[in-house]
T-cell receptor, first 114, second 111 residues
């Protein structure tokens, strides 16, 4: 079974631009979560989607948004990029929301903002 | 709020056991997890333990949970150079279901 697939693997953008990251969950997984990883802040929760609905949201500004499609694939968008948005963005999927549904992570998209 | 703490570095000799420690603050955590991250990669789920258990063994990995002290440990037996990576513990927040990660422990295995 294929793992969580994130595209693209690397992105370089300039300040003020916007970016869209894509995530395909493991087949049969209906919940998708996004995390931001930086050296200074570690792993920070962005949001979680289940059945096309956002179930949880972390403490990030409104420039960070996401959505989930009917096939469980998810995208996240960051508008008006800032230098501090440079990070590894990790997507994780699980069979269902909550309970014992361990998160399985993709290899991430490394975003560099110049 | 919730907080998960780990020591930053651990260095062990190949063949020895490694013990990575983690403390957490949310006493209502349901599940606790260990993830491994190698350079340039995402997080690989290693193992997890339910909060009503105190030990779980999976091949070379042993997880110990002391719920009273909110202390979690991961023991890797016969540590190999391929075990060199960053190890994250994470607790599952009871109210929001989101994972709260520790800062990660960088394990270095030398010959």
């Amino acid at each position: 079974k294929a793992g969580v697939t994130q595209t693209p693997r690397y992105l370089i953008k300039t300040r003020g631009q916007q970016v869209t990251l894509s995530c395909s969950p493991i087949s049969g997984h209906r919940s998708v979560s996004w995390y931001q990883q930086t050296p200074g802040q570690g792993l920070q929760f962005l949001f979680e989607y289940f059945s096309e609905t956002q179930r949880n949201k972390g403490n990030f500004p409104g420039r960070f948004s996401g959505r989930q499609f009917s096939n469980s694939r998810s995208e996240m968008n960051v508008s008006t990029l800032e230098l501090g948005d440079s990070a590894l963005y990790l997507c994780a999927s699980s069979v269902e929301q909550g309970n014992n549904s361990p998160l399985h992570f993709g290899n991430g998209t490394r975003l560099t903002v110049t | 709020g919730e907080d998960v703490e780990q020591s930053l570095f651990l260095s062990v000799r190949e063949g020895d056991s490694s013990v990575i420690n983690c403390t957490y603050t949310d006493s209502s955590s349901t599940y606790l997890y260990w993830y491994k991250q190698e350079p340039g990669a995402g997080l690989q789920l290693l193992t997890y333990i339910f909060s009503n258990m105190d030990m779980k063994q999976d091949q070379r990995l042993t997880v110990l949970l002391n719920k009273k002290d909110k202390h979690l440990s991961l023991r890797i037996a016969d540590t190999q150079t391929g075990d060199s990576a960053i190890y994250f513990c994470a607790e599952r927040d009871y109210n929001t279901d989101k994972l709260i990660f520790g800062t990660g422990t960088r394990l270095q295995v030398f010959p």
